[in-house]
């Protein structure tokens, strides 16, 4: 007797699987090295031996975002290539004059730098202007309003960054007092590089961005309750 039971498909199911297996991987390691560097920055007698490893963390977070970004598109390496560069240069007028962000000098602990500008300081405006976009995606708002939010969980970001950096030696400020005028400035150069995320056509869905994006904002409000 034939049997003419018709069989579901999988490959969809195990796709998915294999999907959710892939991000709870990242999201995994991104824990542990997040986990390993805020137990060696607030607990350990030699917090300069975990500070070595911040580029090799931005680039990594950088690398798992663009894994789970769907369709890698030409005006999305575009859009990347243009924040990673314009995020950088806004940090070396920033340096020189003083007028954007406040008067402030640039440590080591970001690494190789150039123009007294650290090269992953690029990385890092493209990391979190891109987590704010897709995070804004889940809001009901027109492009400007999802600008604006975009900004603003970018300037919340950088309020509980700025003592760790302070005091990690990622860069530090003149008379040791951080100035008005850098949050005005961090809110200014994101809602313009949000603006131009919205407006670059890519798909803008990240299942990792949420994670990513609490992450670091648990990380460095915590180290900053340690210090």
């Known amino acids: 007797m034939t049997d003419t039971t018709q069989q579901l498909p999988t490959a969809p199911l195990v796709s998915a699987e294999a999907h959710r297996r892939r991000l709870r991987?990242?999201?995994?390691v991104l824990l542990l090295f997040h986990v390993t560097g805020f137990l060696g920055l607030g607990f350990s007698d030699d917090p300069s031996f975990y500070l070595q490893f911040v580029p090799l963390n931005l680039l990594l977070t950088l690398g798992l975002l663009l894994a789970f970004q769907p369709r890698r598109t030409p005006a999305f390496w575009s859009f990347c290539i243009v924040t990673m560069v314009a995020g950088f240069f806004v940090e070396v007028v920033g340096v020189r004059t003083g007028l954007l962000f406040g008067h402030y000098t640039y440590g080591e602990t970001l690494g190789i730098k150039w123009l007294n500008t650290p090269l992953m300081i690029g990385v890092n405006w493209l990391i979190l202007t891109y987590s704010a976009g897709i995070l804004t995606r889940y809001l009901p708002l027109p492009g400007f309003l999802r600008a604006v939010v975009g900004a603003v969980l970018l300037v919340g970001l950088d309020v509980a960054l700025e003592p760790v950096a302070v005091r990690y030696d990622f860069w530090s400020?003149?008379?040791?007092?951080?100035?008005?005028l850098n949050f005005k400035g961090w809110f200014l150069v994101s809602l313009i590089l949000q603006v131009y995320f919205n407006r670059v056509e890519f798909i803008k869905r990240n299942p990792l961005v949420p994670f990513v994006y609490l992450l670091q904002l648990l990380f460095f409000f915590g180290l900053g309750m340690k210090l």
């Open 25 to 28: 991987w990242a999201q995994g």
């Open 173 to 180: 400020w003149q008379y040791d007092v951080i100035p008005l």
